[in-house]
């Protein structure tokens, strides 16, 4: 994975799988203490501890089709990479819940990449599912909640001709508080 919005994109769709309703993002730009901090925590079936003390091996997947679970193991990789740290907590009916903590100018970290097509992906592809995104910077907060969003708008986010519009309120808000310089 080339961007952390891919990993962002690889464990949400582990939380739609988990049947999860709501789902939490939150990006943490620090600038100060040199640090990215990537949080995503959803209310889906959880893990089991058996599960959960494997996740970050990459020879381990809990999908029937693929022999390799990579995503959570390279997220893992990745943020201990630029001296960052990875952590990972899950109980069984109740969800789980991933930091990841990358060095924010260390030469390794990956760039954040495309937030913007990352949530609308989820926003406008899953309008039952209640996301909640959180991104802090220096320069200010920007938080989106999908229903409340959907409520404003009096449509639900994967109505024709909606894209544009969410699109457009993402970027500016994200350009507001000087995400990813």
């Known amino acids: 994975m080339k961007e ?58 809990t999908k029937q089709n693929k022999k390799t679970g990579l995503g959570t193991s390279l997220l893992k990789y990745h943020a201990e990479l630029t001296g960052g740290h990875f952590f990972i907590s899950s109980e069984s ?48 907060t920007f938080k989106l909640d999908s229903f409340e969003l959907s409520e404003a708008l009096e449509m639900k986010l994967n109505s024709p001709g909606v894209r544009p519009v969410i699109k457009e309120f993402i970027e500016n808000n994200l350009m507001e508080i000087g995400a990813g310089e």
């Open 93 to 140: 009916g109740k969800g789980t819940k991933v930091i990841a903590e990358f060095g924010l100018t260390h030469v390794d970290r990956q760039p954040l990449g495309d937030i913007t097509g990352t949530l609308l992906l989820f926003l406008t592809g899953h309008p039952d599912i209640q996301f909640k995104y959180n991104h802090i910077t220096g320069k200010g």
């Open 4 to 61: 952390i919005c891919e990993n962002i994109i690889d464990i949400v769709n582990n939380s739609i799988r988990a049947e999860a309703t709501l789902i939490k993002i939150e990006v943490h730009e620090n600038k100060k203490a040199d640090t990215m901090t990537l949080a995503i925590t959803d209310n889906g079936t959880g893990m089991d501890r058996v599960t959960l003390n494997r996740i970050a091996d990459p020879f381990y997947t």
